[in-house]
């Protein structure tokens, strides 16, 4: 019998924190390894990469509006749960406004 397990949105960073390093997430990396599907929306999307965003900036911290622009050196990275190991996903995105 093939499982599942689905994270849903929220914050990717307290996802992390509440996760890495416990039996809960290595019996999930189990499920993923034998053909079982793991997905999430929003923060549970982020936290499949290896890399993972944070949604904090660390130069413009004083903004209204996050990530109102792209900066280089502003975004922060830190370790998700690594199901995807070849690229980052990042749940959303900006748009020009009109």
């Known amino acids: 019998m093939q499982k599942e397990f689905f994270f849903t949105g929220g914050d990717q960073v307290r996802l992390t924190k509440l996760f890495l390093g416990t039996k809960a997430i290595s019996e999930i990396k ?50 998700g749960f690594g199901f995807i190991d070849d690229a980052i996903v990042d749940q959303h995105l900006l748009s020009e406004k009109d």
């Open 30 to 79: 189990k499920i993923y390894k034998v053909g079982g599907v793991v997905g999430g929306t929003s923060a549970g999307a982020a936290i499949m990469s290896k890399i993972m965003i944070t949604g904090d900036e660390l130069i413009n911290k004083d903004t209204t509006s996050i990530f109102f622009t792209i900066q280089k050196g502003n975004v922060q990275t830190i370790e």
